[in-house]
């Protein structure tokens, strides 16, 4: 093996060690929650948990009507701004990256001082009120992933000679949108999705300061009251996320007239010609 092989290795693993031994820690103290035996109790009280089933309910609704407005606002926006105004593309993704700068707690209280239960629209005053301004902000802040998921995907596409040719074949723009475009930009709405999906379901301070149910709050008053749960409730996480980051994974591997990708494939031997 040349040397530069071995370094390569060596810093893969590394790197795989620093972020696996402290994960394997945690899983192994959740098991340790009877005293001289390892055994998945920590798991069967939190998922025991009423709280528990609410919080995460709450966050995946949450999730998926956040997913579905990004998608909407998105894709759309996306397009057009490829199409017909390609010199507006830095200012528009500009203004999607600012979620990344400016902090969710000035968002929050930004949130909180123009919608409050006294102002021109009172979305605190009432707890439906509340949740849709709670998935409002879930979308600003999966926008910058959302945008660079959906324009990547556009990226890879001639949109103006499918739309041209949708055209020619008397096709409105909506119809254009929903049966052209979509479809061939599905992986990377589906990576935008999952995306959006890991972030909704840990995010804390948008939940926790509009005193919603969600997960992220729970989480944290858990670990600040027992010992056990945390850890079992941190390596649910982490499955939660890496499943998410799966499914992205066989969603951007699949292309419109594409097979689905496979998650294991098996080595394929060629039939010996007589």
Known sequence: MKPR???????????????????????????????????????????????????????????????VIGAALVVPTAYWVRLRLPRMRPVVEFVTLLPLVIPPIVLVFGYLRLYNSSSWLPFTAT???????????????????????????????????????AESLGAKRGAILW??????????VLSGAFLTFAIVIGEFVLASLLNRPAFGPYLQNVGANRAYEPA?????????????????????GRGPGRPRARLFSLPFRKRATP
């Open 232 to 252: 079992a409730l941190a390596v649910i996480s982490f499955l939660v996320t890496w499943a998410c980051m799966v499914l992205l994974q066989v969603a951007g």
């Open 127 to 165: 707890v439906p009120g509340t949740n849709v301004l709670l998935v409002f902000g879930y979308s600003v802040l999966a926008l910058p992933y959302m945008y660079r998921a959906v324009d990547t995907g556009l990226q890879a596409i001639d949109i103006r000679t499918l739309t041209e040719a």
């Open 179 to 188: 049966n052209v475009i979509l479809p061939n930009v599905r992986p990377a």
């Open 5 to 67: 092989r071995i370094v390569s290795t060596l810093i893969v693993l590394l790197a795989a060690l620093y972020f696996l031994l402290p994960l394997w820690a945690t899983f192994q103290f959740s098991l340790s929650m009877l005293r001289g035996t390892w055994s998945f109790q920590a798991y069967r009280v939190v998922f025991a948990d009423q709280r528990f089933q609410e919080t995460f309910l709450f966050s995946a609704v949450a999730a998926l009507a956040t997913i």
